[in-house]
Nanobody
Framework: QVQLVESGGGLVQAGGSLSLSCTISGMIATRDHLIVMGWYRQASGKQRELVARTTRGGDTDYADSVKGRFSISTVNAMTTVYLQMNSLKPEDTAVYYC?????????????WGRGTQVTVSS
């Protein structure tokens, strides 16, 4: 069973930094092929939104609100994805979710972690 496990959330003062990590496990190399790894967030009372994502081809996308402050990276054939968050603002407070998109055979799968809370105090 494929699982995503996040870590690294917490409480930080405005202007500080946090690093999130997410590791995907349970994939079968001969069947499952990662295509996108990313981070989304959902603040209280708001819809979930894209923070950053990266593709197997190396393309990256960032939300305008985090450009220049956040950086996404992967290791181990994209099975671990990091989100380095610098110059954090109170408006970055949210639950951050890891997302993996992959093909399992010919089926496209969209998988989510349980989320990790990031709280930025002013």
């Amino acid at each position: 069973q494929v699982q995503l496990v996040e870590s690294g959330g917490g409480l930080v003062q405005a202007g500080g930094s946090l690093s999130l990590s997410c590791t995907i496990s349970g994939m079968i190399a001969t069947r499952d092929h990662l295509i996108v790894m990313g981070w989304y967030r959902q603040a209280s009372g708001k819809q979930r939104e894209l923070v950053a994502r990266t593709t197997r081809g190396g393309d990256t996308d960032y939300a305008d609100s985090v450009k220049g402050r956040f950086s996404i990276s992967t290791v181990n054939a994209m099975t671990t994805v990091y989100l380095q968050m610098n110059s954090l603002k109170p408006e970055d407070t949210a639950v951050y979710y890891c997302n993996a998109q992959y093909y399992s055979g010919t089926s496209h799968v969209d998988s989510w972690g349980r989320g990790t809370q990031v709280t930025v105090s002013s």
